[in-house]
């Protein structure tokens, strides 16, 4: 009797985290092969946009695995087109090997919803469900978990802690966008994207007209901010027009302040090495901080976006000394746009009309009193910018 995993997934792009962990599932389970078994069309949701057609899926699967010797790629569920139900695959997978014991493999994130799978009793009765768990994860709730999945089903998952499990397709097909997606890809699968173009590297992004912009850098947050970034950028917009500063650039440096927030740390960093963005040890431990000098980089190498509006970007977290009016606007838009409710914004947005150098002292002086309250220091910049407003100096 062999032992075979089944690894499903949309694989969309294979990165290595699949291939870490399919070898972890492999030495963990004793498995003497494993399938890769790509999804055709997730039934519960659709493919992002710029997902490649099916047989370059299945090109940069067979590439990613190629050098894995327990591996295969069975395309058995591109074979039946439509929606891909893991009970059907299971059923064929079946009859194909009826002496072997099958293993479903999958992530945590598969977990959760998998009470609405389809026909998830018959699942577990034709193969052993196998969980992949971030290495921290608590286990008083891994046991509740397998105990209440074990009266469901008849049979408790095999739990294994591994962490490379947690890289998101999502976030590599940022990265592939932002740059930094080589630390996250096999190199062949990273060279064969690039030389075809696939998930939207292909398209030039410099210069884009704003309506185009604005589409394309939203597809790169997470959909809980998006509403902020149009915001920020409506508000510098009425901003700009107000103190007579260039409201194209004001619109554009608005939308795309946080392009980067979406990433981890690890991943800002990985940014930083990409675009050549030197981090000092203030940055290294406060790496929330770094989506605005990736984000400035990416506004200016992805988006090909002039120095005013990047150096607003740069300087939208922090401020600086002697900013420009434009790097004003976006740090008070940043505060004070419509979403934003907190004691004080209503100051801040009377303010920010009136006296704009005033509204940016006050949002610095939150700042500090807010990072005081959990004991965190203010960096050099906010600081030497509350210094330089409070002496009346301004812009030559
Ligand atoms: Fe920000
Ligand atoms: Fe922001």
């Not at 800002?268 to 980089?297: E, S």
């Amino acid at each position: 009797m062999a032992k075979i995993g089944v690894y499903g997934g949309t694989f969309n792009p294979p990165h290595l985290g699949h291939i870490l962990a399919a070898r972890e599932f492999q030495r963990v389970l004793d498995l003497d092969l494993l399938l890769f078994v790509p999804v055709y069309l997730p039934p519960h949701k659709k493919l992002p946009p710029d997902t490649p057609d099916a047989t370059r899926r299945l090109e940069l699967l067979r590439l990613a695995t190629e050098d894995v010797p327990f591996a295969l790629v069975d395309d058995l569920e591109f074979r039946r087109a439509g929606a891909s139900y893991t009970v059907e695959t299971l059923r064929a997978l079946r009859e194909r090997y009826p002496r072997d014991q099958l293993y479903l493999c999958m992530g945590t994130d598969m977990l959760l919803s998998f009470d609405s799978w389809y026909h998830p009793k018959e699942i577990c009765s034709l193969a052993q469900v196998v969980m992949a768990h971030r290495a921290d994860a608590e286990e008083s709730a891994l046991e509740e978990y397998a105990g209440t999945f074990k009266k469901r089903y008849g049979k408790a998952p095999i739990f294994i802690p591994n962490d490379f499990i947690e890289i998101s397709s999502t976030t590599v097909r940022r990265l592939l966008i932002l740059g930094g997606a080589a630390d996250d890809l096999d190199s062949k699968v990273y060279g064969r994207i690039l030389d075809l173009g696939l998930y939207g590297t292909g398209r030039n992004r410099k210069h884009l007209p704003f309506d185009q912009l604005k589409q394309e850098s939203l597809q790169l947050h997470n959909e809980s901010r998006v509403n902020h970034v149009v915001g920020c950028s409506e508000t510098a917009v009425a901003l700009a027009k107000c103190h007579g500063a260039n409201v194209e650039d004001a619109a554009r440096a608005g939308i795309l302040h946080d392009v980067t927030k979406a990433l981890s740390g690890a991943e800002q960093l990985h940014l930083c090495r990409t675009h050549g963005i030197i981090v000092d040890d203030f940055l290294k431990t406060h790496t929330k901080l770094l989506h605005a000098p990736t984000a400035a980089a990416v506004a200016d190498h992805v988006f090909g976006e002039n120095e005013a509006v990047c150096q607003a970007i740069r300087w939208h977290t922090s401020g600086r000394a002697n900013m420009t009016t434009l790097e004003k606007i976006i740090y008070v838009a940043d505060y004070m746009e419509p979403n934003r409710d907190f004691p004080g914004v209503e100051e801040l947005r009377r303010l920010a009309y009136s006296d704009l150098d005033a509204a940016l002292l006050l949002g610095l002086e939150m700042t500090r009193d807010h990072l005081a309250q959990q004991g965190a220091p203010m960096g050099k910049d906010s600081m030497e910018a509350m210094a330089f407003l409070r002496q009346g100096k301004d812009v030559p």
